[in-house]
């Protein structure tokens, strides 16, 4: 059962370049959500979704979109990536209860 | 205002030390309250949690609910290395899993 699975697991990027961190999940979970997380600011959500086919913003969305691809793929995109977008990303799945959340292990993005 | 504030230390004791952890939120309307544990380069993954208000024990930690004071609590007995961490409090609204800032222990041999 491998649970949350993030790629890529690191990358670097130019400013300006796009990229899309995937994520799926083999847990049948509902909700879906991506977080990005920075020294001292602990994890902000910047999408959620909470079924297939609907998503929503959190508290960051700006520069980035998302794509409920099926149950198990929820997908982040950077258009047009920027210096304040390096960060750690770290993609959850949550099940019938709120406690029932598993994280990936996180995708290391740099902007240069 | 944020929903949940947590100091982010760091915080550094010696092994065997009774730690301390707290987070205050803003709404008393919340019920769910969830401690995360994350390891360097890990993903984080959920300690303990309490729903409504009350104590919860497990081993050595301890999760506490004043909803009087909208405080959350960790408490870690007998503190051990292998507890060095990144500790984040979590709160539920609507849906939505909303952390604190977390707060970096070291237990320090």
């Known amino acids: 059962n491998a649970g949350v699975t993030q790629t890529p697991k690191f990358q670097v990027l130019k400013t300006g370049q796009s990229m899309t961190l995937q994520c799926a999940q083999d847990m049948n979970h509902n909700s879906m959500y991506w977080y990005r997380q920075d020294p001292g600011m602990g994890l902000r959500l910047i999408y959620y979704s909470a079924s297939e086919g609907t998503t929503d913003k959190g508290e960051v969305p700006n520069g980035y979109n998302v794509s409920r691809l099926n149950k198990r793929e929820f997908s982040l995109r950077l258009e047009s990536a920027a210096p304040s977008q390096t960060s750690v990303y770290f993609c959850?799945?949550?099940?019938?209860?709120?406690?029932?959340?598993?994280f990936g292990q996180g995708t290391r993005l740099t902007v240069v | 205002q944020k929903e949940v504030e947590q100091d982010p230390g760091p915080l550094s004791v010696p092994e065997g030390a009774i730690v301390s952890l707290n987070c205050t939120y803003s709404?008393?309307?919340?019920?769910?309250f969830m401690w995360y544990r994350q390891y360097s380069r890990k993903g984080p993954e959920l300690l303990m949690y309490t729903y409504s208000s009350g104590n919860k024990e497990d081993g050595r930690f301890t999760a506490q609910v004043d909803k009087s004071s909208k405080y959350i609590s960790l408490f870690i007995r007998d503190s051990q290395p292998s507890d060095s961490a990144t500790y984040l409090c979590a709160i539920e609204v609507v849906g939505k899993l909303i952390f604190g800032q977390g707060t970096t222990l070291q237990v320090k041999p």
């Open positions: 709404n008393s309307a919340f019920q769910y």
């Open positions: 959850a799945s949550i099940g019938l209860g709120i406690t029932e959340a598993f």
